[in-house]
T-cell receptor, first 113, second 114 residues
Framework: DSGVTQTPKHLITATGQRVTLRCSPR?????VYWYQQSLDQGLQFLIQ???????AKGNILERFSAQQFPDLHSELNLSSLELGDSALYFC????????????FGPGTRLLVL | DQQVKQNSPSLSVQEGRISILNCDYT??????FLWYKKYPAEGPTFLIS?????DKNEDGRFTVFLNKSAKHLSLHIVPSQPGDSAVYFC?????????????FGGGTRVLVKP
């Protein structure tokens, strides 16, 4: 158990809908990262927040947004969902903003029908 | 543009023997390298890491070697155990914008036979 929690574990929704994925980092970690794992793209970095502030953005679609709240939990919002958004979404956390180990949650499996 | 590559999609090894997993990278700005283990339906589990200023790091049965001039790293698992059967990902970390991100290889599926 990494100490990172994610909810929900599974999500099934329809195209065009909007969903919110939630992540709580390990106790004491200030950085939260979101990654997407799809069959054809592997594990891809989406976005990083540090202590409530966006720090780095990767291949995140404009239909997706994230935020980190004062209690350090984070939410990833996915809107206007398409079939191709079906994937595993992982949250990870680390102590600081520098390079180093990131600890991953169990993931949310999203299926868009 | 695959900056981190694991060229062997799978590896089969006998219990008790050594497993060697390889990873190549292209970006010389990476300064920290990590190995993760992943079981189906679970998140990646951090195994071991190495800073770019070192060439070896050991933790129990796991040793990571870094050859900066060749832009190559490897993970050695000795002795291999059936519970080691999983997908292993190599990842490289580097500063990006005002933060950092992990860039992952495609993974190597390891099967340890009893």
């Amino acid at each position: 158990d990494s100490g990172v929690t994610q909810t929900p574990k599974h999500l099934i929704t329809a195209t065009g809908q909007r969903v919110t994925l939630r992540c709580s980092p390990r106790s004491g970690d200030l950085s939260v990262y979101w990654y997407q794992q799809s069959l054809d793209q592997g594990l891809q970095f989406l976005i990083q927040y540090y202590n409530g502030e966006e720090r780095a953005k990767g291949n995140i679609l404009e239909r997706f947004s994230a935020q980190q709240f004062p209690d350090l939990h984070s939410e990833l919002n996915l809107s206007s969902l398409e079939l191709g958004d079906s994937a595993l979404y992982f949250c990870a956390s680390s102590v600081g903003v520098g390079t180093g180990a990131q600890y991953f949650g169990p993931g949310t499996r999203l299926l868009v029908l | 543009d695959q900056q981190v590559k694991q060229n062997s999609p799978s590896l089969s090894v006998q219990e008790g023997r050594i497993s060697i997993l390889n990873c190549d990278y292209t970006n010389s700005m990476f300064d920290y390298f990590l190995w993760y283990k992943k079981y189906p339906a679970e998140g990646p589990t951090f195994l071991i890491s190495i800073s770019s200023i070192k060439d070896k790091n050991e933790d129990g049965r796991f040793t990571v070697f870094l050859n900066k001039s060749a832009k190559h790293l490897s993970l050695h698992i000795v002795p291999s155990q059936p519970g080691d059967s999983a997908v292993y990902f190599c990842a490289a970390n580097g500063f990006f914008a005002a933060g950092n991100k992990l860039t992952f290889g495609g993974g190597t599926r390891v099967l340890v036979k009893p």
